[in-house]
Nanobody, 117 residues
Framework: VQLQASGRGLVQAGGSLRLACAAS????????MGWYRQAPGKQRELVAA???????KYADSAKGRFTISRNNAANTVALQMSDLQPQDTGVYYC????????????WGQGTQVTVSS
C-alpha cells in the first residue's frame, strides 16, 4: 500500500487547513485510513482515523475542531482542521491499517503543519 499525502501549510492560530491522502496498491488489505501527528520532541500520536464502515476515532484534542472524511471509492481520506492552535504544530502522517485499534504498517510521507500564535 502506498500513501500520498498533500496539504502542508503555515497558518495563524484560529485558521483552517485541509490535509488529503490517497491510497494505492494492495488497498484490499486495509480498512482504516487516518492521520497521526508528531510534534517536535514528542512521539507520534493519533489525530483521527476512519473505517470504511464510517466509524471514527479522534484524539481528545481534535474533537470538535477536526473532521475526518473518506471517499471509499477513490481510496482517499481528508482531514479538515479548524480553529488550529500552536499545539497542533507538527508533522502529519497519513496511515493505513486493518482496524481502529492502532496504527497500521503503512505510512505516507509526512506533511508539515505549522500554526503561529
Amino acid at each position: 500500500v502506498q500513501l500520498q499525502a498533500s496539504g502542508r501549510g503555515l497558518v495563524q492560530a484560529g485558521g483552517s487547513l485541509r490535509l488529503a491522502c490517497a491510497a494505492s496498491g494492495n488497498i484490499f488489505s486495509i480498512n482504516v485510513m487516518g492521520w497521526y501527528r508528531q510534534a517536535p520532541g514528542k512521539q507520534r500520536e493519533l489525530v483521527a482515523a476512519m473505517h470504511t464502515d464510517g466509524s471514527t476515532k479522534y484524539a481528545d484534542s481534535a474533537k470538535g475542531r477536526f473532521t475526518i472524511s473518506r471517499n471509499n471509492a477513490a481510496n482517499t481520506v481528508a482531514l479538515q482542521m479548524s480553529d488550529l492552535q500552536p499545539q497542533d504544530t507538527g508533522v502529519y502522517y497519513c496511515n493505513a491499517a486493518k482496524n481502529l485499534g492502532g496504527a497500521g504498517n503503512y505510512w505516507g510521507q509526512g506533511t508539515q503543519v505549522t500554526v503561529s500564535s
